[in-house]
Every structure is written in C-alpha cells, then in structure tokens.
C-alpha cells in the first residue's frame, strides 16, 4: 500500500498534562508519541488542522502514513487517538513505527456492500443485524487494506456469516481465526423482523381453525 497521507511534526520536550493543555489550547498543536521498530519513542506535536482535517479519511485510520521530522520521513501507523469525551476533539495520538519486514496487526472496517438487495431482505422479508463493524488482521505494511468488503447479496434468511466466510486480500491474516475454531465469531446474519414470527404464527393458526370449523 502506498503511502497517501502525509504531516509535519516537531519534537517536544516540555511533558505532561498541563504542558499537552497549553499545546493545544496556545499553540493550536496536537500532542503525540512515535515508537516501535525497536527506536526509542519520541514525543512531538502536530499541527491541530491538519491533523483533523486527515481524521476525516477513514482511510487514514488503516494507512501507512508519513511523519516529517526536520526533513526525515518515517512510515507510521495510527495506532491510538485519544478523544474529548464529550466535545470530540483529538486530545492525543500514539503512531507506531512499522518496518517492510515485520507484520503488524491492526483493526480495519468491514464495509457492507449490498444489504438493500441481500436475498433475505429483498425476497424473504429479513433485516440484517452486524455482530462486527471491525476485524484485527495481520500482515506486512505492504499489504494492508484499508477495509474488507462483505458482500451480502446471496445471503438468505436465517444465514450467519461467520469471520471464516470473509474473503481477505492475499498476505492478510485475521487474527481471531489464528486462535482456533472457537474463535470463528460471527460478523452478521439475516433474521425475521422482531414481531413477524408470531404474527404469521397466529395468521396459521386462525387459517386452520377456520378449515377444521368449514370442514365440521
């Protein structure tokens, strides 16, 4: 995967919570740590806007992204962000540091494609229900999507699909899966609309007694 999302950071050296509140709230900057690839970490700060203007991507949640310190580029992955509880607004970022080399796990969105014409739904009077919106997948930078697509177009009332029916990209491991059978969750199904089993039920047993009274 090529790398599409770039920002500029600075070092940092004043720590704490009362310094990241005078960053954000004085100089409009956004507080955060690059580790990993067995460097040592390093705090620094990013520029508010256009650290939120990329927020706006979901695709920046699962890229590789490129950090500019004092004209040297290194590849990074989101892997926190810390929020305001109530207002939103990101507090603090942790970006790891990622090497061609080694895997890295991460949790991509599961984008579901075609549930207004899902047979279950369209034919047979189903609403879907999602187990997942999001998967943890392993594999090597290069190989990282952005999302999985589940494609719901054949699936019919009373079908479950379970992680082991997602179709991944080659190189893409889905952690769960690694575990075990016991661990093959289930990421939707198709069921009957809340109420519709004992209405039909009633319908059927009024239609019959209905026949046993014309047949008496």
Do not use: W
Not at 110 to 126: M, S
Not at 143 to 167: F, K, N, R
Request: aromatic residues 4%.
């Amino acid at each position: 995967m090529s790398s599409e999302f770039e920002l500029n950071i600075e070092l940092r050296t004043d720590h704490g919570k009362g310094a990241s509140r005078r960053l954000r709230r004085l100089q409009n900057k956004i507080p955060a740590i690059v580790y990993g690839a067995d460097k040592e970490p390093i705090s620094v700060s990013l520029v508010s806007k256009d650290f939120e203007k990329s927020l706006q991507n979901e695709a920046f949640y699962n890229h590789i992204i490129t950090l500019n310190l004092d004209g040297q580029a290194q590849q990074v992955v989101l892997k926190d962000l810390q929020r305001h509880p109530a207002k939103g607004f990101p507090l603090h970022a942790d970006f790891l540091r990622i090497d061609a080399n080694h895997k890295i796990h991460m949790h991509v969105p599961l984008h579901f494609l075609n549930q207004d014409t899902c047979v279950g739904v369209k034919t047979e009077g189903g609403v879907i229900s999602h187990q997942l919106n999001d998967v943890e997948i392993t594999c090597l930078p290069k190989d990282l999507p952005e999302y999985l697509e589940v494609d719901m177009i054949d699936i019919a009332l009373g079908q479950t699909l379970h992680l082991s029916d997602l179709v991944v990209p080659a190189g893409v491991e889905i952690v769960a899966l690694t575990h075990g059978a016991d661990h093959n969750l289930p990421v939707c199904n198709v069921h009957i609309a809340k109420g519709a089993p004992v209405e039909e039920a009633e319908e059927t047993d009024s239609e019959g007694s209905e026949e046993e009274s014309g047949e008496a």
